[in-house]
């Protein structure tokens, strides 16, 4: 590849198909508030039914089982291709939900929202690289990071529609309602990966010997060895996930609290970053194709960073909400720009493995953050520990920019290949 990747793309070359790429967000957008509405429902119930035990177990269920069969969701999607995947997953979990609906709807004791949580963890984990797929399929190189940034807005939106839906619908209902609103969502994106994944056929099988699919899990973590660009961007998404998520979920109730400032000054704080995270990722959404890559990666990293450990230290509840808009405009664009820089540098016909590789890594990176910074906050105190985030947010920018040095190779690394190249689908993408 010679384009160059500091300078803005041109708007020659092929359009995205944005009527599936629509068809796709108004399906994640259906699937997701009813994830976030059921996650809210089971909580509360595994909480009335067994206290704090039962509800950390409805968790694990539900995680574990998901980070486990993201592996060999990434080497399916591969192989099989995304439609496959996302039909048979989608219907499946479809029906687990309604019946689920009818399990729980007597039930007095955990167990049944156990059961229910790792078939549906696992058949998460199973979709979750084969919907980071769609988008490369959809979107010319030069558009990913639109096409992104509309996702991007789809999945901030989702928690602040779903989480209030899931606790009025369980508290003036039952679970089992919260069950069926999330198995109509799960209907309309069935019935939108239809319209998205027509043209997508099966990849052809190689000729010669096929690995197992467990040692094609492994797929991901080999990409990463392999390509110096393709590593970086990993290091720079994970690094930013890392620092991020204890300041916002642990340090910033806990300063408020410190000084005085009362729980409204967190929820201010909070709705202002959604709604600077919001205001930019519509403005990506429209204009990010114009946007130089380094303006959108090592710019707004390093404001991220910087407004980041600036909430550390404002004086008051305004000038905290401020600041906090600030950082949501920042990560409105950066966010998405770090997925499609990953998504560019993924060799052809692996993206599957490697949207596995780095879903994998988001999802460690929450506990992972909670437990580092939570132990370092005795001896450093919660500002301390608050500005040590902001310093590890400062090597994701540093890692994007030498991931940019990097050179760009788009042929699979030579590792046993569980599949040929993906066909191009209708959109000739």
């Known amino acids: 590849m010679t384009t160059n990747p500091t300078a803005p793309p041109s708007d020659a070359g092929p359009a995205p198909d944005w009527r599936r790429i629509g068809s796709f967000v108004t399906g ?105 797929v769609l988008l490369t399929r959809l979107a010319p190189q030069e558009h990913l990071g639109r096409a992104n940034s509309l996702f991007s807005m789809v999945m901030r939106l989702a928690p602040i529609a779903g989480s209030p839906l899931g606790a009025w619908l369980v508290v003036a209902g039952s679970l089992s309602g919260v069950m069926l609103v999330s198995a109509a969502g799960c209907a309309v ?43 970086w961007m990993f290091v720079a998404c994970f690094c930013m996930d890392f620092a991020f998520l204890w300041p916002a979920e642990v340090a910033l109730p806990l300063r408020a609290s410190g000084e005085g400032w009362g729980i409204g000054s967190v929820a201010a704080a909070l709705t202002a970053f959604s709604a600077g995270a919001l205001a930019s990722a519509a403005a990506g959404a429209a204009l990010a194709h114009r946007i130089p890559v380094p303006v959108k990666l090592v710019v707004t990293g390093t404001g991220l960073a910087v407004g980041m450990g600036a909430m550390a230290l404002v004086p008051s509840p305004a000038v905290l909400a401020v600041t906090a808009c600030a950082v949501g405009l920042f990560s409105g664009l950066n966010g998405p720009a ?25 999802i460690g990176a929450a506990p992972l953050s909670l437990a580092v910074f939570s132990s370092l906050s005795a001896p450093l105190g919660v500002t301390g520990t608050w500005l040590l985030c902001a310093c590890v947010a400062l090597f994701s920018p540093i890692a994007a920019t030498l991931a940019l040095r990097a050179p760009l190779t788009r042929k699979a690394p030579a590792v046993p290949e569980a599949s040929a190249v993906p066909e191009p689908t209708a959109t000739a993408v």
């Open 189 to 231: 994106w069935l019935v939108c990966a239809f319209h998205v994944t027509r043209g997508m056929t099966r990849p052809e099988r190689g000729t010669g010997p096929r690995p197992s699919l467990f040692r094609r899990s492994g797929d991901g973590l080999l990409l990463l060895g392999a390509h110096p660009r393709l590593r």
């Open 338 to 362: 770090l997925v499609t820089a990953y998504q560019q540098a993924v060799p052809e016909g692996k993206v599957g493995a490697a949207m596995s590789t780095f879903s994998l890594s988001s």
């Open 28 to 132: 994640q957008a259906a699937v997701q508030c009813g994830s976030f509405a059921l996650i809210i429902a089971m909580n509360w119930t595994a909480v009335q039914l067994g206290g704090r035990s039962a509800v950390t177990l409805v968790i694990l269920a539900s995680t574990l089982p998901r980070a486990l069969m993201l592996l060999f969701g990434g080497a399916l999607a591969d192989s099989l291709g995304p439609r496959a995947v996302l039909l048979r997953a989608t219907a499946t979990r479809l029906a687990v939900l309604a019946i689920g609906a009818l399990v729980t709807a007597g039930a007095d004791s955990v167990w049944p929202l156990i059961a229910v949580a790792v078939v549906e963890g696992s058949l998460l984990g199973l979709t979750g690289p084969a919907s980071g």
